[in-house]
């Protein structure tokens, strides 16, 4: 492995449209493109070859790879190109790199095929906006269009808090203040104080990680401030309990209540294959807090929030994760059997049948 080899690899992601490289030890480089891992046309990796690619991602930060590595995330220019999210870590004793390949423009709504509903959550003045789900799912994509829209068309002042920076914002109607961890801030929790005295209108939390960061977010949220981030949670009910359960247990009942009064939207995403197997569609639950949906949160009846997402579709442009698999199922996007993994539901083919 050289510098050549390595930029033509980086170079085939953005020409392929892929969405993730791996490189790692005794196997060829991966691809994954719409949801599948191909094998790379190379030769398998050594040692030596992963430890390239760790350096030379190191080095673009100026920094020397730690002989007692274990994990760390960061990023990747290659100029010219684009961008790319690494996360380099140890397996087996041998060091791996993953890098998630960052677009070169933020897409709308319409060309990610996301319901312009997004835009009219994303109105919304004050309070704490959700986008969660699995690892590889979409949600920086989603967030990265929430915050597009955002940025063209309010006057605002927004910051990002990242680890690391992914996609980059230039200012349109808007002031975007993009800040690293472990570059330009220490960690979240401080970056967050900090932000509160930088005059914010927006914050951007790249995701809520630990007790501090999240109490941090949602004191932000009362405060007047509009604040967005990611969990790694598949809906509504499991985000308040995620959150919820950050704190100790004499503290949840409080939260609950501060919750209920902040909490604006969920945006739940899963990525599923087309019928054609050549795209990968977005599928969404949208949760948009209501009266109802806010005294299931204050009372801790979080089971009934979906029966009135449900029955928000009409007004307020909710949906279940089932209504929109049927939905796409109806108009012939995705099979039912890709439906029916992706549902938590066990009935989902009886709604089909039925709605």
């Given at each position: 492995?050289?510098?050549?080899?390595?930029?033509?690899?980086?170079?085939?992601?953005?020409?392929?449209?892929?969405?993730?490289?791996?490189?790692?030890?005794?196997?060829?480089?991966?691809?994954?493109?719409?949801?599948?891992?191909?094998?790379?046309?190379?030769?398998?990796?050594?040692?030596?070859?992963?430890?390239?690619?760790?350096?030379?991602?190191?080095?673009?930060?100026?920094?020397?790879?730690?002989?007692?590595?274990?994990?760390?995330?960061?990023?990747?220019?290659?100029?010219?190109?684009?961008?790319?999210?690494?996360?380099?870590?140890?397996?087996?004793?041998?060091?791996?790199?993953?890098?998630?390949?960052?677009?070169?423009?933020?897409?709308?709504?319409?060309?990610?095929?996301?319901?312009?509903?997004?835009?009219?959550?994303?109105?919304?003045?004050?309070?704490?906006?959700?986008?969660?789900?699995?690892?590889?799912?979409?949600?920086?994509?989603?967030?990265?269009?929430?915050?597009?829209?955002?940025?063209?068309?309010?006057?605002?002042?927004?910051?990002?808090?990242?680890?690391?920076?992914?996609?980059?914002?230039?200012?349109?109607?808007?002031?975007?203040?993009?800040?690293?961890?472990?570059?330009?801030?220490?960690?979240?929790?401080?970056?967050?104080?900090?932000?509160?005295?930088?005059?914010?209108?927006?914050i951007m939390v790249g995701e809520m990680r630990d007790l501090e960061t999240v109490d941090a977010c949602v004191k932000a949220a009362e405060t007047g401030h509009l604040v967005l981030s990611t969990l790694h949670t598949h809906n509504t009910a499991?985000?308040?309990?995620?959150?919820?359960?950050?704190?100790?247990?004499?503290?949840?009942?409080?939260?609950?209540?501060?919750?209920?009064?902040?909490?604006?939207?969920?945006?739940?995403?899963?990525?599923?294959?087309?019928?054609?197997?050549?795209?990968?569609?977005?599928?969404?639950?949208?949760?948009?807090?209501?009266?109802?949906?806010?005294?299931?949160?204050?009372?801790?009846?979080?089971?009934?929030?979906?029966?009135?997402?449900?029955?928000?579709?009409?007004?307020?442009?909710?949906?279940?994760?089932?209504?929109?698999?049927?939905?796409?199922?109806?108009?012939?996007?995705?099979?039912?059997?890709?439906?029916?993994?992706?549902?938590?539901?066990?009935?989902?083919?009886?709604?089909?049948?039925?709605?």
């Amino acid at each position: 492995m050289d510098q050549a080899i390595l930029n033509q690899i980086l170079n085939i992601a953005f020409e392929k449209k892929v969405s993730d490289i791996h490189f790692e030890v005794d196997n060829p480089p991966l691809f994954r493109a719409r949801g599948h891992l191909i094998r790379g046309k190379l030769a398998n990796l050594t040692k030596q070859d992963t430890e390239f690619v760790a350096n030379t991602v190191m080095e673009q930060h100026k920094r020397k790879l730690p002989d007692d590595l274990k994990e760390f995330d960061t990023s990747y220019t290659l100029p010219n190109v684009g961008r790319f999210r690494v996360s380099i870590f140890r397996q087996r004793g041998n060091l791996g790199v993953v890098m998630r390949v960052i677009p070169h423009q933020i897409s709308s709504f319409e060309q990610l095929n996301l319901p312009s509903v997004l835009g009219r959550i994303a109105q919304v003045p004050n309070g704490l906006i959700l986008v969660t789900g699995p690892t590889g799912n979409g949600k920086s994509t989603t967030l990265a269009s929430m915050m597009k829209y955002i940025n063209d068309t309010f006057d605002y002042n927004i910051i990002t808090i990242e680890d690391p920076i992914e996609f980059l914002f230039t200012s349109s109607k808007s002031c975007v203040i993009q800040r690293e961890v472990g570059i330009d801030t220490e960690s979240f929790n401080v970056a967050l104080r900090s932000a509160m005295r930088m005059n914010p209108d927006v914050i951007m939390v790249g995701e809520m990680r630990d007790l501090e960061t999240v109490d941090a977010c949602v004191k932000a949220a009362e405060t007047g401030h509009l604040v967005l981030s990611t969990l790694h949670t598949h809906n509504t009910a499991s985000s308040v309990n995620r959150i919820v359960g950050y704190f100790p247990p004499d503290a949840q009942e409080n939260v609950r209540q501060r919750l209920a009064e902040c909490l604006t939207a969920v945006v739940s995403i899963r990525l599923i294959r087309g019928k054609t197997g050549e795209s990968i569609l977005p599928v969404l639950e949208i949760m948009y807090a209501t009266t109802a949906i806010k005294a299931c949160i204050r009372d801790n009846k979080l089971d009934e929030i979906e029966q009135y997402i449900e029955k928000g579709r009409d007004e307020y442009g909710m949906q279940t994760m089932d209504q929109h698999l049927i939905q796409l199922c109806r108009d012939e996007l995705i099979t039912l059997d890709e439906a029916k993994r992706i549902s938590r539901s066990k009935d989902l083919e009886r709604k089909l049948m039925f709605s």
